[in-house]
Structure formats: structure tokens, C-alpha cells
């Protein structure tokens, strides 16, 4: 398969859906149990940002892998919520060591620099985002550029606050799981927690034009996030839960009790109670849809060297 064909997005991988079947740009397919493509699909103002030409595999990783911090910034409702977050807890910062695990840009950094950080580590393994970072932040006597793997990266004091926003559309399906792999023990992890939160509608409400009824019923066992419009759309019962330190990769869910034949997930990033980001809400994690074809279902994630497998699959019903 042709360099073009495949986009690797941390371990996740996805199918690419064509538009003017699915209504968005690009919709990423999670085939059960099955993974058929490692998917890297980049918006910025609705526009999908793909590198089209032949490029040495190892270049074409680190350049679309920096793309993605693009889309991710441009979710101006994710970076607001963080910087609240951040602000919410500057007593915790000021005068603390800090680290951001896996820095990007380094806004983050750079806000925590900003907020009286006695030192912050940016911590960032693409070579590109690296040095994007490493300029950005020159000029804060307090920071530190690292290029690393967080998972190696052995800090040389103690860690008060470590920040982090390595959760997927479905909490786990990216790299979250790292945290529990550090070669260190923070003190303050910022946010704390998150929850894939689910849902079920009548697909009468949903389908259109361009997602048909006809075309649903092709998704059997397949979650596809972006499928339909994010807006309006409430989160109803907890699926996962993750905590630092208390991660859980599998779960069965019951889900007799409500209505409707079409079955969606949701993120929530919480820290103190608070929710931080809700998917919909910050654009950088969407809803994730499938047909419902039973009542009880099962959902789990396998951790690999990096990136996470996502297993779906209902227990009764066909598949």
C-alpha cells in the first residue's frame, strides 16, 4: 500500500469514509476487532490536511504526526478549557516543577511558564514539533525543551504538576495508557480524570440525504466517529472511566434500559469534579457512532508499544 494510503495517528487506526456517503470530510472507521488502515486525517477550518506524495516512511510519521497539532490547536474550545484549567490551579503551579508530557507547539508550556512555574519540563518526541517548541519558548529562562519519548524521559528532580492530553475519541484508543508506564511519580496530574460517556437515539432523528438508512445498516459492528452532526447530543450513562493510576481497558455494558437504535460514545475530561472538555463541545474529540443491534455490548483496548487497539463487539445479535 501506497505511503499516501496509509496515516499514522499514534497507533490509532482508522478507515477512511468517503464524504458523500458519511457527511464529513473524513470519518474514521474502527472496524471490530479488525484495524485496516493506520489513519492520520487533519483539519484545520474544516479542511482535511493529508500528505499526498511519496515520502520516506519515517518522514512521512514525523510530518503528519506534527500536522496533527494543527487541527488539535485550532479546537480554540480545548485550549480555552485547558488554560481555565491551568489558571484554576496556579497555586499549585507557581513556584513548582512542572512537565507536559508530550508538548506539541508548547502553548501549554508556555502557559504554565507564564503562570510562575519554578521550571517546566516540555517534553515532545517528534523531531519537528521539537524544535517548533524549542523556538516558541526560548525566551522563558524556566523551560526546558526535551526531546524524548515520554516514556523514557527520567526527570533529574521531582515532578509536581504534570500535564497531559493524550486521550482518544474513546478515552483509551491513543496513548492515555503512557501514564501509567513513567519512569516517574508526578504529584499533581492535570486533568485527573475522564469518562467515555454513551448514548442512544432513534436513527430517525440522525439520518439524511447523504447517511441513509441504507448506509447505516452497511456500519454493523463498525464505530465511526464524525458521522453525524455533533451538536445537541447529551451523554447519558458511563461506559470507562480512567484515573491516574487506575486504568481499566474492558468493560460490558447492559444497555436494555435505553431507547433507541443507534448507540454512541462521548469524552469527558474531568479535574476536580469539573467537567473540562466534552466531546461535541471541543471539536478535537468527536461522537462515535454505531448501529445497535443488541442490548449488551462489550468494549475493550489493548495497549501496545504505542497506540491502543479498540475492540468492539455486541454480545448477542449479528455482527
Not at 506534527?66 to 489558571?87: G, K, P, Q, V
Not at 496556579?90 to 508538548?103: F, M, N, P, S, T
Not at 504538576?161 to 501514564?179: R, S
Request: charged content about 25%.
Amino acid at each position: 500500500m501506497n505511503n499516501q494510503a496509509v496515516f499514522f495517528r499514534k497507533g490509532r487506526l482508522f478507515y477512511t469514509i468517503c464524504k458523500s456517503i458519511l457527511k464529513a470530510l473524513s470519518c474514521c472507521l474502527y472496524l471490530t476487532g479488525t484495524y485496516l488502515l493506520n489513519s492520520k486525517d487533519f483539519y484545520q477550518k474544516g479542511c482535511m490536511m493529508d500528505i499526498i506524495n511519496e515520502l520516506p516512511e519515517k518522514r512521512f510519521d514525523e510530518l503528519d504526526d506534527m500536522l496533527a497539532f494543527i487541527s488539535i490547536y485550532d479546537d480554540e474550545n480545548r485550549t480555552r478549557a485547558y488554560f481555565e484549567m491551568l489558571e484554576s490551579n496556579r497555586d499549585d503551579i507557581k513556584g513548582k516543577v512542572c512537565l507536559e508530557a508530550g508538548c506539541g507547539f508548547g502553548l501549554i508550556s508556555e502557559h504554565l511558564a507564564r503562570l510562575g512555574a519554578k521550571k517546566v519540563y516540555a517534553v515532545e518526541m517528534n523531531p519537528h514539533l521539537f524544535e517548533i517548541a524549542k523556538q516558541r519558548l526560548a525566551s522563558y529562562k524556566n523551560v526546558q525543551v526535551i526531546q524524548s519519548d515520554i516514556l523514557d524521559f527520567r526527570p533529574p528532580e521531582k515532578i509536581d504538576v504534570l500535564v497531559h492530553e493524550l486521550f482518544g475519541q474513546l478515552l483509551y484508543d491513543e496513548d492515555i495508557f503512557t501514564l501509567d508506564r513513567l519512569k516517574f511519580e508526578p504529584g499533581l496530574v492535570l486533568p485527573e480524570k475522564a469518562v467515555l460517556m454513551g448514548g442512544c437515539m432513534d436513527s430517525s432523528a440522525l439520518v439524511d440525504e447523504s447517511v441513509t438508512p441504507e448506509v447505516l445498516s452497511k456500519l454493523n459492528g463498525a464505530l465511526v466517529s464524525g458521522l453525524f452532526d455533533d451538536e445537541d447530543i447529551g451523554l447519558t450513562f458511563p461506559v470507562l472511566n480512567w484515573e491516574f493510576g487506575k486504568s481499566a481497558f474492558q468493560t460490558t455494558c447492559d444497555i436494555s434500559a435505553y431507547p433507541g437504535d443507534v448507540l454512541y460514545f462521548g469524552l469527558q475530561i474531568v479535574h476536580s469534579d469539573n467537567v473540562i472538555c466534552t466531546a461535541g463541545v471541543c471539536s478535537n474529540w468527536s461522537f462515535v457512532w454505531t448501529p445497535r443491534i443488541g442490548d449488551r455490548f462489550e468494549l475493550s483496548f489493548q495497549p501496545g508499544n504505542r497506540g491502543t487497539n479498540s475492540c468492539f463487539k455486541w454480545i448477542t445479535g449479528k455482527q
